[in-house]
């Protein structure tokens, strides 16, 4: 078996939509090769939460050996849709890998993900898509179209660039992350 389908998926697993833990089922027999197996299995999984942490800060299941991402898993269940079918990407709006709660997933293109990253924590303007530029002595601002960065111009001022940079709001739409603390000045206002 490669990709398990949806009714495999939820013969393995519950999903707490208030948690967003992914939990093991009892499977059965039929999952495994030997009564023995499923036993085995289910004594040891049965009720625990599902996937460990990936060196990347996912997390992830071995299904039949192979190995897939709890968040994707949550998405076609929830969704009602084969895994084959899932949108490109699924991506974590508050970029919390681990918090897989219904509300904080959302269908994403590659592009569209990429934009929704927190600012690197080697930039020291604290602005994403704003740096220092020693050969021209002023503060570059840049954004990113369809994978291409586009330059918005130099400014003798940090502000100014990080204004000419806020067309990344326009531009990306939700999925525009400008600063480090983009997320948490929603969730204050909201």
Known sequence: M??????YLRECFSYDSVTGIL????????????????????GRY?????????DEGYLRVGINRAYFLVHRIIWAMANDIEM?????????????R????????????HYQNMHNVAVKS?????????????????????????????????FD????????RAAAQHLHGDFARLTANDYAREMVAA
């Open 23 to 42: 939990s093991w089922l009892a499977r059965p027999d039929s999952h495994f090769k030997s009564k023995r197996a499923a036993n085995a299995f289910n």
């Open 46 to 54: 049965f009720g625990k939460p599902a996937g460990t942490v990936t």
């Open 84 to 96: 084959a079918d899932l949108p490109e990407e699924v991506d974590h709006e508050d970029l919390n």
């Open 122 to 154: 080697t930039n020291t303007s604290g602005y994403k898509g704003v740096n220092w530029n020693v050969g021209a002595n002023k503060w570059l601002a840049r954004i990113c179209i369809n994978g291409k960065r586009v330059s918005l111009g130099y």
């Open 2 to 7: 490669s990709t398990p389908t949806l009714a």
């Open 157 to 164: 001022d940090i502000k100014d660039a990080a204004a000419a």
């Open 98 to 109: 681990l918090n897989n709660r219904l509300s904080n997933l959302r269908p994403a293109t």
